[in-house]
């Protein structure tokens, strides 16, 4: 097993601070008053097994599956996809594949790699809006599959994969006895009265999740995996060599914020409705960037021009304006952050393009 630098979260990690910031990967901070919880509700162990019941319950009825459907960890979406990986690879052979999409989130791309599998590329490309081409999907599919993964809403670019993609998906992995997992960590941006967990797409589908995009809360580094029930005991005999159990404050402040999503989510969807207008109405003026304007989520994905360096972009953005994006061919630009930061934000990203002309 060999484990690889994460590039993404490194560079996050040591990336110099600046006053614009449209390089985070969720909303603006939710205030801990905004969970309920008085300083003598917060203990230091909990009575678990696999899991604490209570939030066990409270996801399963949230996402209308079974109880023991339901996996909790410790350690965000990120680590939930780490544990749906090994779940669903526990026992395969050596050279197993597993198909990852491009671009994606780095982390689901290592993940398998770090457990020694070899990875296939599903491109997602920008001409087609990001959508999966099933064509192409398909011809990836072989006896050898053991995994395939996705991102719904897509990180980076937000676009949505519709339930029946991920159903004809979820049947072609089936023929092969494989899985499909799906980050939907993004899909809590739409905000949908009542969530339709990706999870439904077959019973050989894990969805991972946290409230760490859409809500403000990474700081629990809560998350979960929605699965097949065999899977999620795999999931726990994992856990049982890992870590036993999970933090019991951040499995307490987890359930406290479930059950006060309504007033959490009053506080960030108007924001993030407000600000993807403003970003779909920047790019109308801005005709310097191509980019898929998706119908929900807080990242956009916008294309440069053909003669700018990502990397001389990005920097001049940062020395020049105090302003950071998540560089590259295309940038990664998050909105969701206060509307007055996000307009000088964007309003940067064109001085700085102005600049490098």
């Given at each position: 097993?060999?484990?690889?630098?994460?590039?993404?979260?490194?560079?996050?990690?040591?990336?110099?601070?600046?006053?614009?910031?449209?390089?985070?990967?969720?909303?603006?901070?939710?205030?801990?008053?905004?969970?309920?919880?008085?300083?003598?509700?917060?203990?230091?162990?909990?009575?678990?097994?696999?899991?604490?019941?209570?939030?066990?319950?409270?996801?399963?009825?949230?996402?209308?599956?079974?109880?023991?459907?339901?996996?909790?960890?410790?350690?965000?979406?990120?680590?939930?996809?780490?544990?749906?990986?090994?779940?669903?690879?526990?026992?395969?052979?050596?050279?197993?594949?597993?198909?990852?999409?491009?671009?994606?989130?780095?982390?689901?791309?290592?993940?398998?790699?770090?457990?020694?599998?070899?990875?296939?590329?599903?491109?997602?490309?920008?001409?087609?809006?990001?959508?999966?081409?099933?064509?192409?999907?398909?011809?990836?599919?072989?006896?050898?599959?053991?995994?395939?993964?996705?991102?719904?809403?897509?990180?980076?670019?937000?676009?949505?994969?519709?339930?029946?993609?991920?159903?004809?998906?979820?049947?072609?992995?089936?023929?092969?006895?494989?899985?499909?997992?799906?980050?939907?960590?993004?899909?809590?941006?739409?905000?949908?009265?009542?969530?339709?967990?990706?999870?439904?797409?077959?019973?050989?589908?894990?969805?991972?999740?946290?409230?760490?995009?859409?809500?403000?809360?990474?700081?629990?580094?809560?998350?979960?995996?929605?699965?097949?029930?065999?899977?999620?005991?795999?999931?726990?005999?994992?856990?049982?060599?890992?870590?036993?159990?999970?933090?019991?404050?951040?499995?307490?402040?987890?359930?406290?914020?479930?059950?006060?999503?309504?007033?959490?989510?009053?506080?960030?969807?108007?924001?993030?409705?407000?600000?993807?207008?403003?970003?779909?109405?920047?790019?109308?003026?801005?005709?310097?960037?191509?980019?898929?304007?998706?119908?929900?989520?807080?990242?956009?994905?916008?294309?440069?021009?053909?003669?700018?360096?990502?990397?001389?972009?990005?920097?001049?953005?940062?020395?020049?304006?105090?302003?950071?994006?998540?560089?590259?061919?295309?940038?990664?630009?998050?909105?969701?952050?206060?509307?007055r930061v996000l307009s000088r934000g964007l309003a940067n990203i064109s001085r700085a393009l102005d600049d490098l002309a």
């Open positions: 097993m060999t484990f690889p630098e994460v590039e993404y979260l490194r560079w996050a990690k040591e990336r110099p601070p600046a006053r614009i910031n449209l390089a985070r990967s969720g909303v603006e901070l939710c205030p801990p008053r905004a969970l309920g919880l008085r300083g003598s509700d917060l203990v230091t162990t909990l009575p678990v097994r696999d899991g604490y019941a209570p939030l066990k319950r409270a996801l399963a009825s949230r996402y209308r599956v079974p109880f023991d459907r339901v996996f909790t960890v410790s350690g965000g979406a990120g680590f939930a996809t780490w544990f749906a990986c090994a779940a669903a690879l526990n026992g395969c052979p050596r050279g197993t594949e597993v198909i990852v999409e491009r671009p994606t989130y780095e982390p689901l791309l290592r993940i398998p790699q770090a457990l020694g599998c070899r990875v296939r590329r599903l491109d997602r490309r920008f001409s087609e809006g990001y959508a999966v081409d099933l064509d192409r999907f398909a011809g990836l599919v072989t006896r050898r599959t053991g995994l395939a993964i996705v991102s719904n809403l897509h990180n980076p670019s937000g676009a949505r994969i519709p339930m029946a993609t991920l159903r004809r998906m979820a049947s072609l992995l089936a023929r092969v006895g494989a899985t499909l997992v799906v980050d939907e960590v993004y899909l809590e941006c739409l905000f949908a009265r009542r969530t339709e967990s990706c999870v439904h797409a077959g019973p050989n589908v894990i969805a991972t999740n946290s409230l760490t995009k859409a809500y403000g809360l990474d700081g629990l580094r809560a998350g979960w995996l929605l699965g097949p029930a065999r899977l999620m005991r795999e999931a726990a005999k994992i856990q049982d060599l890992m870590a036993n159990n999970g933090v019991a404050p951040g499995e307490q402040m987890t359930l406290a914020a479930l059950r006060h999503l309504p007033a959490i989510r009053r506080r960030v969807h108007p924001l993030l409705e407000e600000n993807l207008q403003r970003v779909a109405e920047y790019l109308q003026r801005e005709r310097r960037l191509s980019a898929f304007v998706p119908e929900g989520g807080n990242v956009l994905f916008p294309r440069l021009p053909p003669d700018v360096d990502g990397d001389r972009l990005v920097e001049r953005l940062r020395r020049r304006y105090d302003t950071l994006v998540v560089p590259g061919r295309h940038i990664r630009v998050s909105f969701g952050v206060a509307p």
